[in-house]
C-alpha cells in the first residue's frame, strides 16, 4: 500500500461531505454550546453565534456542495433554534429546514440528516441533561415533530451523532457543556441515548411504512484505534477496557445483533491511539498517546490511514451490516496534507470493498471551515477555507481533488500527477 496507484470504487458509491448545524449555521443562542462559549469555555472564546453563516448562506453553500460532485450530504438539524421552549416549535425553523432539503434534492443531492450532534437547547440541560430520566422523551418529541415535518423529504437519517465522544468530553473530562465529571453521569446518560437511539430507529420505521417508503437508520459512531503502547499484557488489558468504554459498548447496544437497531454502521474516523497501562480505574486503567514520531494534523491528531481498515474489518466482521464512513478528514489549515491524506484513506475503501465488506459511501468533514467546539474557529477541517472576517468561502486544491475524485468513484493516473507527484 506504499505507493500511490489509481483506483476505482464501484458505480453506486456515493461521495459527500458532512457538516452539524451548530459547527456551520450561526444564529443560534439558544444551545449549551451558546451558553457554554459565552462563559469563556472555549480556546479562542469564539462561540457558534457566527460560525460559517450558513443560516444565511446556504444557498451559495448548496453551490459549494454542487461544485464538488457531492452524490449526498450530511447535514444536521438544530433542535435549540426548532424547539425553544419544551413542546413549543418555531414553524419558520422548520419551513427554513423544509426548504434546504428540497433545494438539495433538486440538486440530485441526497440528504443524510443527523437528528443530534453534540448541542441540545439550554432548556434541556438546566434540566439535567442527558443523564436525567426522561432526556430521551424529550428528544424522541422532537424527532417525532421533525418526522411530520421533514419526513418526506427524507430517506437516510443518523440518530445521534458520536455518543461516546459527547458524554466523555461532558460528563468524564468535564471539557464540554454542561462540565460536569461524573462516572455515575456518563452511564446514565449512556444508558438514555441507547434506548432514545432504539425508539427513534423503531419510530422512523414506522413513520416510513406509513409513507410506503423506505428509511435507513443508523448512529454515527467515533471510532478510533487503540494499540498497546508497550508490547506488554497490562497494556494490551488497557487497550481493551479503553476500547469496551469509549466505543464497543455503544456500538453493541446501538446495533445489535444482525442491525436490529441499525440499517448501517455510521464510522467517524479519525486517528489512533496508543494506550499505556494505569492503575487509576477514573482513567478507565489507560493513558493515552500519540505514536512517536508518527505524522500528525494541526491539532496533534496521528494520521493513521491503515486504521481505518482495522477498524471496519474489524466492526464488520461483528456486525455485518453495511458501512458509511460518516466522516473522515483532517484539520490542515495551508492544505499541505489534505489531498494525501483523502487518498490514503478513500484507498483503505477501496481495501475494503475488495475484500468484500460493503462501505457504500464516504462523508469528509468537512464541506468547509467551522465551529470546532471547545477548539473553537481554530482548526481549519474544510475543503473550502472561510474567512470568518468576510465568510468569503475559497477552494482549497484538496476541494478540486476531491470534485475529481466524487466524479471519475477513482483516482486516475492523471488526478496522481496532478495532484500528489510531489
Ligand atoms: C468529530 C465530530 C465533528 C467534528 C470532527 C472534527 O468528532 O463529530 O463534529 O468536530 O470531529
Known amino acids: 500500500m506504499r505507493e500511490r496507484e489509481p483506483f476505482v470504487l464501484p458505480d453506486d458509491f456515493l461521495f459527500g461531505t458532512a457538516t452539524a448545524a451548530t459547527q456551520i449555521e450561526g444564529g443560534d443562542t439558544r444551545s449549551n454550546w451558546y451558553h457554554w462559549a459565552r462563559a469563556g469555555n472555549t480556546k479562542d472564546g469564539a462561540g457558534p453565534e457566527t460560525a460559517c453563516d450558513h443560516w444565511i448562506r446556504w444557498q451559495e453553500d448548496l453551490d459549494l456542495i454542487a461544485a464538488l460532485n457531492s452524490h449526498s450530504y450530511r447535514l444536521g438539524l438544530d433542535w435549540a433554534r426548532m424547539e425553544p421552549a419544551p413542546g413549543v416549535f418555531d414553524d419558520a425553523a422548520f419551513a427554513h429546514y423544509r426548504e434546504e432539503l428540497k433545494a438539495l434534492r433538486e440538486a440530485g443531492v441526497e440528504p443524510l440528516v443527523t437528528l443530534y450532534h453534540f448541542a441540545h437547547p439550554q432548556w434541556f440541560e438546566e434540566a439535567g441533561g442527558w443523564p436525567r430520566r426522561g432526556a430521551g422523551a ?44 461524573s462516572i455515575l453521569r456518563f452511564f ?16 422512523i420505521h414506522a413513520d416510513a411504512v406509513r409513507r410506503s417508503t423506505i428509511a435507513r437508520v443508523g448512529v454515527a459512531h467515533h471510532l478510533r484505534v487503540f494499540d498497546p503502547l508497550r508490547p506488554l499484557l497490562r497494556d494490551r488489558f488497557a487497550c481493551k477496557v479503553t476500547s469496551y468504554l469509549s466505543q464497543d459498548f455503544f456500538l453493541k447496544n446501538m446495533t445489535g445483533v444482525g442491525g436490529r437497531w441499525a440499517d448501517f454502521l455510521g464510522v467517524n474516523y479519525y486517528s489512533r491511539d496508543m494506550v499505556r497501562f494505569t492503575a487509576d480505574p477514573a482513567s478507565g486503567f489507560g493513558v493515552r498517546s500519540v505514536a512517536a514520531g508518527a505524522p500528525v494534523n494541526d491539532l496533534g491528531w496521528e494520521i493513521y490511514p491503515e486504521g481505518l481498515y482495522r477498524c471496519i474489518r474489524s466492526v464488520y466482521s461483528r456486525y455485518r451490516v453495511p458501512v458509511y464512513i460518516t466522516e473522515n478528514g483532517t484539520s490542515d489549515a ?27 459511501r464516504y462523508y469528509h468533514w468537512s464541506l468547509m471551515d467551522n465551529f470546532e467546539w471547545a477548539e473553537g474557529n481554530g482548526p481549519r477541517f474544510g475543503l473550502y477555507n472561510v474567512d470568518y472576517g468576510t465568510q468569503e468561502r475559497r477552494p482549497r486544491e484538496s476541494a478540486r481533488f476531491y470534485s475529481e475524485l466524487a466524479r471519475e468513484r477513482a483516482v486516475t493516473r492523471d488526478m496522481l500527477e496532478t495532484y500528489l507527484s510531489y
Open 334 to 360: 495551508n492544505d499541505q496534507f489534505r489531498i494525501a491524506y483523502i487518498y490514503d484513506h478513500v484507498r483503505q475503501i477501496a481495501r475494503l470493498i475488495a475484500d468484500g465488506i460493503p462501505v457504500t
Open 138 to 181: 424529550d428528544w424522541l418529541r422532537f424527532v417525532s415533530r421533525v418526522l411530520e415535518v421533514l419526513g418526506d423529504l427524507v430517506t437516510d437519517w443518523i440518530t445521534i451523532n458520536e455518543p461516546n465522544v459527547y458524554l466523555i468530553f461532558a460528563h468524564v473530562f468535564g471539557e464540554w457543556p454542561p462540565g460536569d465529571r
Open 188 to 203: 446514565r446518560g449512556a444508558r438514555h441515548m441507547v434506548r432514545a437511539h432504539r425508539e427513534a430507529y423503531t419510530h
